[in-house]
């Protein structure tokens, strides 16, 4: 069946330090691919999103890469903020379902 | 803009106690489902919903009872609560909008089963 494997955590960085947090997944079809955030207390948000192969999704500084010849969707940014500091989920949709990796949390030292 | 909401966002039941945990969304969204988050092991699928009417169960639905009368409602039962009931319990509501369907998630419920 459909499933996301992300790495496990937690990770910890320093302010300014470059962030990935690595996702692969298997699917049948062509599944959309989403990072979702959860800050503490909070429900998920939505981060980014891809719909095909090859698509790049974007937001806040935050990029990740529908790969489908690898099956990966690696979460990358540049330069992270304390604020960034939060739980990381890797997502899929296939035919209106949704799977979710097990969670990667970040600390973000000043 | 309200979006998915779920009450109460704190419960604690004693075992073998009953209680539903709500869940609406004003979106009208075809499709609704609920999770639960355990540490370590991500968002886990207890059922789902694709219209009012109709349910399905997901990964992990023992113990655990749903209806959709209305598009908007999709309450979640535990019948007998039990102490591996304890987790916080997520709500989503999503349809599909061309290529991709995203999902809308509640607040949480956060649940100890004493």
């Known amino acids: 069946g459909d499933s996301v494997t992300q790495m496990e955590g937690p990770v910890t960085l320093s302010e300014e330090a470059f962030l990935t947090i690595n996702c692969t997944y298997t699917?049948?079809?062509?599944?959309?691919l989403f990072w979702y955030v959860q800050y503490p207390g909070e429900g998920l948000q939505l981060l980014l999103k891809?719909?095909?192969?090859?698509d790049k999704g974007s937001n806040k500084g935050f990029e990740a890469t529908y790969r489908k010849e690898t099956t990966s969707f690696h979460l990358e940014k540049g330069s992270v903020q304390v604020s960034d500091s939060a739980v990381y989920f890797c997502?899929?949709?296939?035919?209106?379902?949704?799977?979710f990796g097990s969670g990667t949390k970040l600390n973000v030292k000043p | 803009n309200a979006g998915v909401t779920q009450t109460p966002k704190f419960q604690v039941l004693k075992t073998g106690q009953s209680m539903t945990l709500q869940c609406a969304q004003d979106?009208?969204?075809?499709?609704m489902s609920w999770y639960r988050q355990d540490p370590g092991m991500g968002l886990r699928l207890i059922h789902y919903s694709v219209g009012a009417g109709i349910t399905d169960q997901g990964e992990v639905p023992n113990g655990y009872n749903v209806s959709r009368s209305t598009t908007e409602d999709f309450p979640l039962r535990l019948l007998s609560a039990a102490p591996s009931q304890t987790s916080v319990y997520f709500c989503?509501?999503?349809?599909?909008?061309?290529?991709?369907?995203?999902?809308?998630f509640g607040q949480g419920t956060r649940l100890t089963v004493v």
């Open positions: 699917a049948t079809g062509y599944p959309s």
């Open positions: 997502a899929l949709s296939n035919f209106n379902k949704f799977y």
């Open positions: 979106m009208n969204h075809e499709y």
């Open positions: 989503a509501s999503s349809r599909p909008t061309g290529l991709y369907t995203e999902a809308f």
């Open positions: 891809a719909t095909k192969a090859d």
